[in-house]
């Protein structure tokens, strides 16, 4: 059984660059992430090899669209096999309650999970867009929306994990995306911690790329920041 608490983003163009890289890891070491770009290239037969390999996969799609198209959409990548899967909480309620049940009565429903705010925005965009509050007002209105429309859990920063586990509770799955080993650069992330902050903070899962996948050894990196999370105190 895997739990790892580790998810390798699979930031790939090619399906070929994501098998060579994937056949450096062990399936029960990490859990892998498939975005867009990856998905867009190599679509649905990719999905299904990595099952195959007996990697547990995070279908990364962000799902934002009229309820019953959202609903159809989590039907299809549930039977793709992955083993988590997101919407984004600014669809509503009505789109999430439709996603949640177009997966009720699923042999092995995948969890379903709901974006808040991405991690590239700060403080002036959320005002840009038009939403009110700071950026961990809307986190949390938006993990509660999801919690009551019977979403698993959200994608958040790590920096809001503390709120969410306050105000949620322990049973809410929170992904935290935006995580940086200690001297390692942010790149396009803003609202970012390390692994042990991360998993001290509530986080349950952390998306980690680049340190993992662009590291020499990449299994020496994965293994050193599990290291790392099993120093944390939850």
Not at 92 to 98: N, R
Not at 182 to 188: E, F, L, M, V
Request: one cysteine or more; proline letters at 4%.
């Amino acid at each position: 059984m895997n739990n790892s608490r580790i998810i390798v983003a699979l930031d790939y163009a090619t399906a070929d660059q994501a098998l060579k890289f994937i056949n450096r890891l062990e399936p029960a070491s990490c859990r892998i992430k498939v975005g867009k770009e990856l998905f867009c290239r190599s679509g649905p037969a990719l999905v299904e090899k990595l099952v195959r390999l007996d990697f547990d996969v995070f279908l990364d799609l962000k799902f934002h669209d009229i309820p019953n198209t959202v609903a159809q959409a989590c039907r299809a990548a549930a039977d793709l096999g992955v083993w988590m899967m997101n919407v984004h909480a600014l669809g509503g309620s009505k789109m999430m309650e439709a996603a949640c049940s177009a997966l009720a009565g699923q042999a092995q429903r995948p969890l379903l999970i709901a974006v808040t705010v991405l991690t590239s925005l700060d403080e002036h965009d959320i005002k840009a867009v038009g939403l009110s509050g700071s950026t961990v007002q809307n986190v949390e209105r938006l993990a509660l929306l999801a919690r009551h429309a019977g979403m698993d859990g959200v994608v958040c920063s790590p920096q809001e994990a503390a709120v969410l586990r306050k105000s949620i509770g322990d049973e809410f799955c929170l992904v935290t995306p935006g995580i940086r080993p200690a001297g390692s650069t942010q790149d396009d992330q803003r609202r970012v911690m390390t692994p042990h902050e991360a998993i001290h903070s509530g986080a349950d899962y952390l998306v980690i790329g680049r340190p993992i996948t662009a590291a020499s050894d990449p299994m020496h990196a994965l293994m050193t920041i599990k290291a790392e999370i099993e120093t944390a105190v939850v």
